[in-house]
């Protein structure tokens, strides 16, 4: 069966659960550190922090952002905007990077998020027009699969994948931590640290 879904050049796709309680851990730890309640973190931000470290270069790019989320994950607790449904499905947004395209998706009753994430993972690296891919998976519950899947990708410019904790094997693509991007989201300058 030929894929019939047309992806940008750039895609992001991201675990939601995940990102938004690693944000939310690193809001609290430096909330504590700072000595000061920080905002609410800035999802437009932390998209464009991902794609710089991803290598996308400022311009007239097209990157396409793939959430998936489940019924716990519909709306986020540490991010504006934070609903998946409501705020940050089928919209854009243009900055100096171009234009992201935000999609969400929710695997109902059909799958659980993992196998969405997975699945989503594959089709995207299995589709031609993509040349490069960022991945934000939940690295303790599924992190450890994407290598798999990534060993027996040919034919992208990049492909990076950001998590926590740095993989202690050769990995076939780029690790980024997520942690900078989230902290640049959150309004952190490098100075208070």
Same mark, same amino acid.
């Given at each position: 069966m030929k894929n019939e879904i047309k992806f940008a050049d750039t895609v992001v796709l991201m675990d939601v659960a995940y990102v938004d309680r690693v944000a939310g851990d690193l809001s609290r730890h430096f909330s504590e550190v700072l000595? &000061?309640?920080?905002?609410?973190?800035d999802l437009p931000v932390l998209?464009? +922090?991902?794609?710089? #470290?991803?290598?996308?270069?400022?311009g007239?790019? /097209?990157?396409?952002?793939?959430?998936?989320? #489940? +019924?716990? $994950?519909?709306k986020m607790n540490t991010f504006q905007p934070s609903d998946l449904e409501k705020e940050l499905n089928n919209i854009a947004f243009k900055s100096q990077l171009g234009e992201f395209i935000?999609? $969400?998706?929710?695997?109902?009753d059909m799958a659980t998020r993992e196998e969405?994430?997975?699945?989503?993972?594959? %089709? %995207?690296t299995d589709a031609g027009e993509v040349k490069r891919v960022i991945i934000v998976p939940a690295e303790e519950e599924y992190g450890?699969? *994407?290598p798999a899947i990534l060993n027996k990708v040919d034919g992208k410019e &990049?492909? /990076? %994948?950001?998590?926590?904790?740095?993989?202690?094997? #050769?990995?076939?693509?780029?690790?980024?931590?997520?942690?900078?991007? %989230?902290?640049?989201?959150?309004? *952190?300058?490098? #100075?208070?640290l």
């Open positions: 000595g &000061r309640k920080l905002p609410k973190a998209l464009e +922090c991902l794609s710089l #470290d991803g290598g996308i270069p400022l007239e790019n /097209t990157i396409q952002v793939l959430f998936v989320y #489940d +019924c716990e $994950s519909r935000l999609n $969400s998706f929710n695997p109902l969405l994430f997975m699945e989503a993972l594959r %089709v %995207v450890e699969k *994407i &990049r492909m /990076t %994948v950001f998590g926590m904790n740095p993989p202690v094997v #050769d990995v076939p693509y780029q690790w980024e931590m997520f942690g900078f991007a %989230v902290l640049q989201s959150l309004g *952190i300058k490098a #100075d208070e």
